[in-house]
């Protein structure tokens, strides 16, 4: 099993920068695809942007090619998502999710929220205009 805690989520204006750490309990983390979704009050969770167990394979949503970079640390269990360039409508809770249902490299694996077993509790991203 593995557990999931996201931070550095906050408060940033409109153009600025976060990132955000998704920190996995676990010593099998480097087996696991993982995925961030965020979720904005009144809407569905959508994602953002995946990476595989070795981080050779990265999926982003259209949305935020060019300014979001999704990275990993296996000796860290850690997956890192830094966002450029935010825009006010990107507020929302980001969650990490995590999954080990085996080698699926396609975007639709990656986006579908239901092949993800475990989910951390989310940090919220507030941008400002």
């Known amino acids: 099993q593995v557990q999931l805690v996201e931070s550095g989520g906050g408060l940033v204006q409109a153009g600025g920068s976060l990132r955000l750490s998704c920190a996995a309990s676990?010593?099998?983390?480097?087996?696991?695809?993982v995925g961030w979704f965020r979720q904005a009050p009144g809407k569905e969770r959508e994602f953002v942007v995946g990476?595989?167990?070795?981080?050779?394979?990265?999926y982003y949503a259209d949305s935020v090619k060019g300014r979001f970079t999704i990275s990993r640390d296996n000796a860290k269990s850690t997956v890192y998502l830094q966002m450029n360039s935010l825009k006010p409508e990107e507020t929302a809770v980001y969650y990490c999710?995590?999954?080990?249902?085996?080698?699926?490299?396609?975007?639709?694996?990656?986006?579908?929220?239901?092949?993800?077993?475990?989910w951390g509790q989310g940090t919220q991203v507030t941008v400002s205009s």
């Open positions: 999710a995590a999954n080990n249902r085996g080698y699926c490299p396609s975007y639709g694996c990656y986006a579908n929220s239901y092949r993800y077993d475990y």
């Open positions: 676990g010593r099998t983390f480097n087996s696991y695809a």
């Open positions: 990476i595989s167990y070795s981080g050779d394979n990265t």
